[in-house]
């Protein structure tokens, strides 16, 4: 018997659209993809290793990251770059430091001796305002204090017959623009 025979009928028309609906419904319905063995990537981090990892290149956390300001493993690792005594890092390293990442890295740097962490290396060789003030105040001095050219120039500054002088170089400037004689690479597992 053919299934248009066995379907004649008001039963079979309620029947015959049972089975398309069931049919419909049956293709329509979406099955979530599960992929088995892979995992998943946490949304946030409180290593800032894996963190960094993860990101690639960021200058300065974001909300991915949830763990402490400064963890311990970067204190840590920033006291050994540091050269100063194993152990628990001093307030200074604990409360007056940044970290970062580059190239999926851990970078760390501390405040110290007023160190711009946070600015990017002033690589203009024109001098400000301030610095030609200056040299007209001081006509033949040999240096140019930081608290008239900045904290962070990639070059030293003196004065010569009241004219600024653009000096040497004081340090590399990193991929990100950073001077790179204050930020350190941080190694994972420091004591």
Request: hydrophobic share 40%; aromatic share 8%; net charge negative.
């Amino acid at each position: 018997m053919s299934l248009v025979k066995s379907l004649s009928g008001r039963r079979g028309v309620l029947a015959a659209l049972l089975i398309v609906i069931v049919a419909l419904a049956a293709c329509t319905t979406a099955t979530p993809a599960v992929s088995i063995g892979a995992p998943m990537t946490p949304t946030t981090f409180t290593d800032p290793f894996a963190y960094c990892a993860a990101v690639g290149t960021v200058d300065i956390p974001d909300a991915r990251y949830t763990g402490l300001k400064i963890p311990d493993s970067v204190a840590l690792g920033l006291n050994a770059a540091l050269n100063l005594p194993e152990g628990t890092p001093a307030p200074p390293i604990t409360q007056n430091s940044f970290w970062r990442c580059m190239d999926g890295k851990v970078y760390a740097c501390t405040v110290g001796a007023n160190l711009p962490c946070m600015d990017k290396a002033n690589t203009d060789r024109t001098p400000t305002d301030e610095i030609n003030q200056y040299c007209q105040e001081n006509s033949n001095s040999d240096f140019i204090p930081m608290a008239v050219t900045g904290h962070n120039p990639l070059y030293e500054w003196s004065c010569r017959d009241g004219k600024p002088e653009v000096g040497k170089q004081l340090s590399e400037v990193d991929a990100r623009g950073f001077l790179m004689n204050i930020w350190y690479e941080i190694q994972p597992g420091a004591k």
